[in-house]
Nanobody, 128 residues
Framework: QVQLVESGGGLVQAGDSLRLSCAASGRTFSNYAMGWFRQAPGKEREFVAAINWSGRLRYYADSAKGRFTISRDNAKNTVYLQMNNLKPEDTAVYYC?????????????????????WGQGTQVTVSS
């Protein structure tokens, strides 16, 4: 069983930055692919970014490219999402997810069902 706990959300103004963290349990965290998704009110959960076990392979949604950076520290069992130049449309609950069988393909990385474990989410609110 893998437990994921997100933190770092909050209320910020447009243009500000936030860094989200996701702490994972489990001795084989370094083998997991990790992803970040978000869900805004009234909308479906959508893909934001993903990273493979080594950190050398990363995927981003178009909305995140150039502003968000996903990274991981396997020694700390933690994955991060650095979010810069935040916009009101980034307001959502942000979830991290783990995939124990390795990185999804470029075509499937954004599919929720590809991930095995999910955290409870952290709220990010960006005011204009």
């Amino acid at each position: 069983q893998v437990q994921l706990v997100e933190s770092g959300g909050g209320l910020v103004q447009a243009g500000d930055s936030l860094r989200l963290s996701c702490a994972a349990s489990g001795r084989t965290f370094s083998n997991y692919a990790m992803g970040w998704f978000r869900q805004a009110p009234g909308k479906e959960r959508e893909f934001v970014a993903a990273i493979n076990w080594s950190g050398r392979l990363r995927y981003y949604a178009d909305s995140a490219k150039g502003r968000f950076t996903i990274s991981r520290d396997n020694a700390k069992n933690t994955v991060y999402l650095q979010m810069n130049n935040l916009k009101p449309e980034d307001t959502a609950v942000y979830y991290c997810a783990a995939r124990i069988s390795g990185m999804p393909t470029a075509h499937t990385v954004g599919i929720r069902e590809e991930y095995d474990y999910w955290g409870q989410g952290t709220q990010v609110t960006v005011s204009s």
